[in-house]
């Protein structure tokens, strides 16, 4: 259920994330033997009845796999609306698949 936004990263920490202005994310850490993963990779936020996906890997970064679509990076500066089935690559054997979304 995504009621809150949901930073997701090698070891993330909401103390170093300025998009998230006070609010108390879920988070959500995953695996990175390889450290391609950052420690605060992606939040995804919620606006109104939108998802949307924020990159805030400035090295390693997260792809953005849509069906019919060439994989594309996310860019840091804007986050990217997210459908249903889109898959957001981070590196290192790790996906996020967005399942339900409005």
């Known amino acids: 259920t995504l ?3 949901v930073l997701v990263g090698r070891q993330p920490s909401s103390v170093d994330v300025s998009q ?8 959500v850490t995953v695996p990175s033997p390889e450290q391609l993963i950052s420690r605060n990779h992606v939040l995804i936020e919620l606006d109104e009845w939108s998802v949307l996906a924020r990159n805030l890997s400035e090295s390693n970064g997260t792809l953005l796999l849509r069906e019919g679509e060439p994989a594309r990076k996310i860019p840091s500066s804007e ?5 249903a089935g889109d898959i957001l690559d981070l590196g290192d054997g790790q996906s996020l698949v967005m399942e339900d979304l409005p």
Not at 21 to 26: D, L, V
Not at 79 to 83: D, G
């Open 3 to 5: 009621d809150r936004p």
């Open 20 to 27: 998230l202005e006070g609010q108390s994310p879920t988070l």
């Open 79 to 83: 986050p990217v609306l997210l459908r």
